[in-house]
């Protein structure tokens, strides 16, 4: 072992109530540190997963339909017109196979479904209700919206006669799984399907609209025959969707809307609950690092005697100065490691209190190995410059004046 | 005489302090040459500039103006890292309070100059500090730490450690200052013993003319200049 290790771990066993103090500290910074990240890490995923329980990460639609204008002005001529908005019909996606056979090529996306969605009318008796069409190919579509994990009853069979529709919905119609609907469109086309599941995705909103139909089935109701409405797509990356779905768009001609995009308000909700938690970090390993300095500080002054006797011993003050950043590098690294254990338990004590009503945890803990790699390094780092001043301190001691005054 | 035996030779060496016209100066031009073997008790009165005198020849403190020389060398013009490794090489100190560090055993403490010189720990350090704990009678009490040793054994702890790297000088200032009478001569014995068995110098800073008489040569300092 190196003699400025030895000295550095020496004087930090020699200083018992110190070095205690300066590991507390650290300790429970990193404590709160890795304890604050996992709890928002786990939050954010916990949020995001349930947001996107129901959501594609990307969705491709046709392009806007756009008002032609007849007389193109120039440079020359002046067009004076009022060119109104189109209403824009439900088109299709012009060769949606070969889209799909496109999108599905590419290594960053991991599902892609076609979708026939439109308004419709769910009738029964005298109740009549709106609900949103959602004709689907139920093998696409699971990979892409786990349906059948949100099944309360039934089985998510979707066929020509054979739908699925949510638990509101069934309530209001008043049907449960083999009772039939009529379903019929604006301009009257209809058909009358069979309850064969009933869902719930958590979303009240949902529930009482969606009706899972075949692909078919919605083409003729529609009247989008052999056409589809948009594309459903899942990245592997799901935060590199919106870079992703920009790509898609030039690539297809399309216009893609990611879940960020969709979702913008959790987005900013998100960033700024990260934001929050980067500043109390900020501001913890601050206070860390003064609580190490200025302990040092104390115990440079103490220690100015033995450093003199080791300066006039042939101690040179580069290396007085190197024993006193490897305490704080050493108080740093130690105390994160226990700071690391202090947080993981916090956490998993946090998770296992705050449950649900049914008993499942409010959030999933994250420890990632990272983080705690991250916490060190960080702890480590903030030890060396905390001590920076109190080294130097050290160094520039006269050892005539330390040995002197005792 | 040749200049190799010269241990250490000042001349014509000053020390003021203050400064912006008030100064005052501490040491009137100091010459003194000590040889090779050479024990040498430095006497004088409470604010002669003993002490002033022993860290400038200790390499600690800088004279105003005039020549140091260790073994020849002159050091005036040497950087602060070459002087604290000349430092190390070639003066050992013995301190009034032992100034033992407490974090350490004896042991430890005594194969502190040899670590700072070669960076690490060694066994062959071990078995050279624990020889001359062994010669200063403290073989029983090696892995002890000083604040369990007493007085006298913490200053033979501080001797074998200014013997550790060989050195050709070693500056004792008031070694025997904070012993009671009987300690005191046991260690004044051990010094000369030492003396006479390793040929290395001393330069004794004593207030006690009885140890002083009993060295072979005395130096005189009063008002910053030597008188005898």
């Known amino acids: 072992m190196r003699i400025e290790w030895l000295l550095a771990l020496r004087f930090l066993k020699e200083g018992r109530a110190q070095t205690f103090f300066m590991l507390g500290g650290v300790t429970m910074g990193v404590g709160v540190i890795v304890f604050l990240t996992s709890l928002i890490t786990g939050l954010q995923r916990s949020i995001i997963e349930k947001t996107l329980g129901t959501q594609a990460h990307v969705v491709m639609r046709p392009p806007d339909d756009e008002a032609r204008r007849i007389i193109t002005p120039d440079s020359t001529l002046a067009v004076s017109a009022n060119v109104e908005r189109r209403a824009q019909r439900l088109s299709s996606i012009l060769q949606w196979q070969q889209v799909m056979r496109e999108l599905e090529k590419r290594p960053e996306v991991t599902a892609v479904s076609p979708l026939v969605a439109g308004p419709s009318f769910a009738i029964r008796g005298s109740a009549t209700k709106s609900v949103a069409l959602m004709g689907i190919d139920p093998e696409k579509y699971t990979r892409i919206v786990p349906m059948p994990s949100f099944l309360k009853e039934g089985e998510f ?3 020509a006669n054979d739908a699925a529709i949510g638990t509101d919905l069934a309530r209001e119609l008043g049907v449960t799984l083999g009772d039939k609907i009529r379903l019929q469109t604006a301009d009257g086309r209809s058909e009358t399907i069979t309850v064969a599941g009933i869902f719930d995705v958590g979303i009240r909103d949902l529930n ?3 009706v899972f139909i075949t ?17 459903d797509v899942t990245v592997r990356d799901l935060f590199k969707a919106e870079v992703i779905g920009e790509q ?4 297809t001609g399309l216009t893609a809307e990611s879940w960020m995009k969709t979702n913008a308000q959790l987005m900013v909700g998100l960033k700024s609950q990260s934001a929050s938690s980067y500043m109390i970090q900020f501001f913890v390993i601050i206070s860390v690092a003064f609580g190490i300095t200025s302990v040092l500080v104390v115990s440079v002054i103490q220690k100015s005697r033995e450093v003199g006797i080791l300066r006039a011993m042939g101690c040179s003050r580069r290396r007085v100065r190197h024993i006193f950043l490897l305490q704080g590098g050493v108080v740093g690294l130690v105390g994160s490691l226990l700071g690391s254990g202090l947080g993981a338990l916090l956490v998993t004590f946090f998770a296992s209190t705050a449950k649900n009503p049914d008993g499942t945890p409010i959030f999933p803990v994250v420890l990632e190995p990272g983080m705690f790699l991250i916490a060190a390094g960080v702890a480590t780092v903030t030890g060396i410059l905390a001590a920076a001043a109190p080294a130097v301190r050290a160094a520039k001691l006269d050892p005539v004046v330390a040995i002197r005054n005792v | 005489m040749s200049e190799m035996n010269n241990i250490i030779q000042l001349t014509d060496v000053r020390k003021q302090y203050g400064n912006d016209g008030i100064t005052t100066e501490v040491l009137h031009g100091i010459d003194l040459t000590l040889l090779q073997g050479e024990f040498t008790a430095l006497i004088g009165p409470s604010g002669s500039g003993k002490s002033t005198l022993l860290n400038i020849i200790g390499l600690l403190e800088h004279p105003t103006s005039g020549v140091i020389r260790v073994q020849g060398r002159d050091t005036g013009t040497l950087p602060d890292v070459e002087l604290t490794k000349l430092r190390g090489r070639s003066i050992g100190f013995v301190f009034q309070f032992h100034h033992l560090i407490p974090a350490f055993s ?8 040899l670590m700072l010189e070669d960076g690490r720990p060694t066994p062959a350090q071990r078995e050279r500090a624990t020889a001359l704990l062994t010669r200063v009678g403290l073989a029983d009490r090696l892995d002890f730490k000083p604040a369990k040793l007493s007085g006298g054994q913490q200053q033979r702890v501080a001797i074998a450690r200014a013997l550790a790297a ?22 004044f014995k051990l010094l000369y013993e030492v003396n006479l068995e390793s040929g290395t110098t001393f ?26």
Do not use: F, K, Y
Not at chain 2, 166 to 180: C, K, M, R, S, V
């Open chain 2, 203 to 228: 330069l004794i800073v004593t207030h006690d003319p009885r140890l002083a008489h009993r060295c072979r040569r005395v130096v005189e300092l009063v008002d910053g200049r030597i008188v005898g």
């Open chain 1, 248 to 251: 898609l768009a030039r690539q």
């Open chain 1, 208 to 210: 009482r609209r969606w």
């Open chain 2, 106 to 113: 004896a042991l430890e403490n005594v194969m502190m100059p």
């Open chain 1, 157 to 159: 069979r979707i066929t």
């Open chain 1, 215 to 231: 692909l078919r089935s919605a083409q003729n109701l529609l009247d989008l025959v052999g056409g589809v409405s948009s594309i």
């Open chain 2, 166 to 187: 060989n050195p050709p000088l070693i500056l004792a200032d008031e070694p025997t200052g904070n012993l009671d009478t009987a300690a005191a001569d046991e260690i």
